[in-house]
Nanobody
Framework: QVKLVESGGGLVQAGDSLRLSCAAS????????MGWFRQAPGKEREFVAF????????HYADSVKDRFAISRDNAKNMVYLQMNTLKPEDTAVYYC???????????????WGQGTQVTVSS
């Protein structure tokens, strides 16, 4: 099973940027579609972004499209989420997850890291 460790969160002001990182263990990392999800207080976990195993295809939730960018470095077993023009509604704990395909339902996944907190003040 792949172990996932998220980092890079913090407290920022609206309009600022942050870059989240996800370190993954396991030899099959390059075969996985990797995704970022988030969970705001009192809300269900939701899909944010996906990237294909070779990094050539990406998908975003409408709420972050044109502001966030997902990328990966398979040589380092890393996935990144560049978040620009942050809004207070982006405040959440951010998690990464991996699977065989683009599956936006977080209930599909049973392997999560500890997440990283992003707080955006207005």
């Amino acid at each position: 099973q792949v172990k996932l460790v998220e980092s890079g969160g913090g407290l920022v002001q609206a309009g600022d940027s942050l870059r989240l990182s996800c370190a993954a263990s396991g030899r099959s990392f390059g075969n996985l579609v990797m995704g970022w999800f988030r969970q705001a207080p009192g809300k269900e976990r939701e899909f944010v972004a996906f990237i294909s195993g070779n990094g050539n295809s990406v998908h975003y939730a409408d709420s972050v499209k044109d502001r966030f960018a997902i990328s990966r470095d398979n040589a380092k077993n890393m996935v990144y989420l560049q978040m620009n023009t942050l809004k207070p509604e982006d405040t959440a704990v951010y998690y990464c997850a991996g699977g065989p395909d683009y599956i936006p339902d977080p209930q599909y996944y049973d392997n999560w890291g500890q997440g990283t907190q992003v707080t955006v003040s207005s």
